[in-house]
């Protein structure tokens, strides 16, 4: 990659010049403000002008005299302003980068940076008690999309759902469903205190009944409510496995917590933290020492009941996942798992694991914002809006782009109005027409019986058409980058940036025209942008469509 190269060569022209190791990654490389500045700038002169005591313009002069660059790549190296250096890229390269995306098609914008690493990427996790809301999309569309990227990138990469299965919340399912089956059959019921009084719950308690209502009837109460929480539990899960497959959201496995409680998992990750010393004993309850690791306090594991905690399976879990073989653990949660990040890598650490090889990607909150107020309740239930309710509204495409458009870490307002657009006002429609304009393009090429040939692609010389060269070709390193930093949101921002610098060539010049050998070279240009879009979008879970 372009920049790779350039940050490379600085980095190493300063240590032979001025005597000092700078890590290229920590090299700054931006795009000029203003055209004739070149393509790509850097500020490295100004940074080290303060340490050095030295004038920013001489060390930018120093550095590019002694530059060694291939003028295959760069044609042209000029310092500017107070000390900024100044690239441009050779025409010859840009031409030989667009054969080279033209051939990849389909694989281009990935690449083996991951050499096959294991990866684990566990994100939605969301308790089988229910159906899945507007809030709980974000994190199944940004986890979704960090494993795409990191596929792409190079990594051997595990989707997981942890299925929370087991404890108390299943418990009051199960109890609220019973209610339900009892107060439609006119027996004496008694709803349990915390439980889930959804409209969800009554129509599937009216399905149960409806199916199952006479075997049911003739089961001793134990026997009636183990299943009914049987039940309840696997149809919820069902539910929620249909929700996220027609999103396109799918997992390599999805894991049980009853499988954690039933292996003993549990039990032999805290005998080993008790080994090690890390647990103790406390009015009748065990606690894991995660002050020593950071935390505000030390967690409990057990309780004085003798059940276990979240917190106990979370560790349980932890060490399942090292011990299948994965090198970096991500977890895409909600925000408001903040405060167990702390206990989480210290739990790894007292294991013996790096607490670095766990990642957590935290999701601030969504809301749902139409003519300007924020919509709280489904208009269809009085509940809140759930996610296939607003698939139904908006499409899974409009919900993928919009949910990805954002910083994961910034609260994000999803405008309805907008998303109900069919204009190239709405950004995923923006896209998604420069991608069906393109396809329109070919075919029509193709209707006047122009057969595509080689192409000599140096015929392509206006600004506009060296421009968006230029864009394409800064797909593959917006990819790595958007993987390696775990923000899929630089993908749906590079995408509009493309469709606005692609729309702006289609206004300038006509793509078919009289001159045969010009026409070919700009069909070739358009084929590169729609493989670009097609892959982005793919990246993003996103349809490419060829006509709209």
């Known amino acids: 990659m372009i920049k790779d190269y350039l940050r490379k060569n600085i980095s190493q022209t300063i240590e032979q010049t001025l005597g000092l190791t700078i890590d290229p990654s920590q090299i700054g490389l931006e795009k000029p403000k203003q055209d004739g500045h070149g393509d790509w700038s850097t500020n490295i002169a100004l940074n080290l002008s303060k340490s050095l005591k030295e004038n920013p313009r001489k060390l930018a002069d120093q550095i590019t005299a002694s530059l060694k660059l291939d003028p295959e790549l760069v044609s042209q190296t000029e310092v500017a302003g107070p000390g900024f250096i100044n690239f441009k890229l050779a025409s010859g390269w840009l031409y030989s980068e667009l054969v080279t995306l ?23 996790s969301v308790n089988p008690t229910g159906p899945l809301h507007v809030g709980h999309g974000r994190g199944a569309f940004v986890g979704d999309a960090i494993a795409r ?16 299965d087991a404890g108390n919340q299943i418990d009051k399912l199960g109890r609220s469903v019973l209610a339900r089956l009892n107060e439609r059959w006119g027996r004496p019921f008694e709803f349990p205190e915390g439980g889930y009084q959804g409209e969800y719950l009554k129509g599937f308690a009216d399905q149960l009944d409806s199916e199952q209502g006479d075997r049911l009837k003739a089961l001793s109460s134990d026997e009636l409510l183990a299943e009914v929480t049987r039940i309840s539990r696997d149809g919820m899960l069902e539910n929620l496995k249909l929700s996220l497959k027609d999103l396109k959201v799918e997992f390599d496995e999805w894991f049980s917590e009853v499988g954690l409680v039933e292996s003993g998992a549990i039990s032999r990750s805290l005998e080993e933290l008790k080994k090690k010393g890390y647990l103790y004993e406390q009015d009748g309850a065990q606690f894991f020492k995660a002050s020593e690791f950071g935390d505000e306090k030390d967690r409990v594991v057990i309780k004085s009941t003798g059940e ?29 798992h903040h405060g167990d990040v702390p206990r989480m890598k210290g739990a790894a650490q007292a294991l013996g694991h790096d607490p670095d090889s766990l990642e957590f990607i935290l999701m601030q909150m969504v809301r749902l914002i139409e003519e300007g107020r924020e919509v709280k309740f489904s208009k269809r239930s009085g509940v809140i809006v759930t996610l296939d309710e607003l698939r139904d509204e908006v499409g899974p ?12 870490e910034s609260q994000f307002d999803f405008d309805l109005d907008l998303a109900r657009k069919h204009s190239d006002e709405n950004p995923v429609f923006y896209v998604q027409y420069a991608h069906a304009r393109i396809c329109s393009i070919i075919d029509h090429a193709r209707e006047k019986g122009i057969n595509r040939a080689k192409s000599d692609l140096a015929l392509l010389k ?8 230029k864009a394409l070709l800064e797909f593959s390193e917006v990819v790595l980058g958007a993987a390696m930093a775990r923000e899929p949101h630089r993908l749906p921002t590079y995408l509009q ?26 069909l070739d240009l358009c084929d590169a942008a729609r493989i670009v879009f097609a892959n982005g979008l793919s990246l993003l879970g996103v349809s490419a469509p060829e006509k709209m």
């Open 497 to 522: 940036d493309l469709a606005g610098v692609f729309h702006t060539f289609y206004h300038q010049h006509r793509v078919v025209t009289e001159d045969a050998g010009l026409t070919q070279a700009r």
């Open 308 to 336: 276990h905690t979240y917190f106990a399976a979370d560790i349980a879990y932890l060490l399942n996942k090292f011990g299948r073989g994965f090198k970096r653990l991500i977890y895409v949660w909600g925000a408001d």
């Open 462 to 469: 206006e600004k506009e058409e060296i421009n968006l060269i």
């Open 397 to 408: 495409d409009v919900m993928r782009y919009f949910f990805l458009m954002r910083r994961s």
């Open 102 to 124: 033209l051939d990849k098609k389909n694989s281009f914008g990935c690449c083996d940076h991951g050499k096959g690493e294991k990866v684990q990427v566990e994100f939605v």
């Open 149 to 164: 990227l990191l596929q792409c990138v190079g990594y051997q990469v595990h989707r997981e759902y942890y299925i929370n």
